[in-house]
């Protein structure tokens, strides 16, 4: 299984990014695709989840600014990102949940700042 992250890159404070990551098996089948990001000196965090029934979670600090979407005929998901914020600089990660296992793509890094 092999996903690839694209989408980032510098972003003002106050302004918007999306992210997608595509990924090489049916959609369908990925019980949970997933966002986490690292800033720099931090560990990885979780930012945003969706279950293949269309449920989504959120970290608490994003909740309201992000949207976590998925486009099936592109076996695509995506990470709208708005009202951006100097915290929200790191690496973002998508991740997909697969027959019990998680594959992670390479990371998009996102830089918000004037």
């Known amino acids: 299984v092999q996903l690839q992250a694209s989408g980032g890159g510098l972003v003002q404070p106050g302004g918007s990014v999306r992210l997608s990551c595509t990924v090489s098996v049916n959609i369908f089948n990925i019980a949970v695709m997933s966002w986490h990001r690292q800033a720099p000196g931090k560990q990885r965090e979780f930012v945003a989840a969706?279950?293949?029934?269309?449920?989504?979670t959120y970290a608490d600090s994003v909740k309201g600014r992000f949207t976590i979407s998925r486009d099936n005929a592109k076996n695509m998901m995506s990470l709208q990102m708005d009202s951006l914020l100097a915290e929200d600089t790191a690496v973002y990660y998508c991740?997909?949940?697969?027959?019990?296992?998680?594959?992670w793509g390479q990371g998009t890094l996102v830089t918000v700042s004037s």
């Open positions: 969706m279950l293949t029934n269309g449920r989504t």
């Open positions: 991740k997909a949940l697969y027959e019990g296992n998680a594959y």
